[in-house]
Nanobody
């Protein structure tokens, strides 16, 4: 069982930066692909970024990004801290949403699809990001 806790959200001006953190407990993240989804008011939850697990023989890319955040957002891992980060630069008002961290193993989540895991996934409670114009 994995527990995820997000932090780092807040209010920032257009063009500003934030770094979201997702701290995991209950298991090591080595065997889990990790990602971020977001949900804006009145909209469906959408994929933002994902990073592969550290299990050998993954043949895809190390990370995937929503087209609209490429070049602005970076997902990374800190294994000693069992934490995943989402560095968000050049934020825009349309990035305003609740951001959720997710973890799942390769058997239930192919991050190359940029869709949610199919089952046996773990989600954090979400952190609000608001970008003012």
């Amino acid at each position: 069982q994995v527990q995820l806790v997000e932090s780092g959200g807040g209010l920032v001006q257009d063009g500003g930066s934030l770094r979201l953190s997702c701290a995991a407990s209950g298991d090591t993240l080595n065997n889990y692909a990790m990602g971020w989804f977001r949900q804006a008011p009145g909209k469906e939850r959408e994929f933002v970024a994902a990073i592969s697990d550290l299990v050998p023989d993954w043949v895809g890319d190390n990370a995937y990004y929503l087209d609209s955040v490429k070049g602005r957002f970076t997902i990374s891992r800190d294994m000693p801290k069992n934490t995943v980060y989402l560095q968000m630069n050049s934020l825009k008002p349309e990035d305003t949403a609740v951001y959720f961290c997710v973890a799942a193993q390769r058997e239930t989540w192919n991050i190359a699809t940029m869709k949610p895991p199919t089952r046996e996934d773990y989600w954090g409670q979400g952190t609000q990001v608001t970008v003012s114009s």
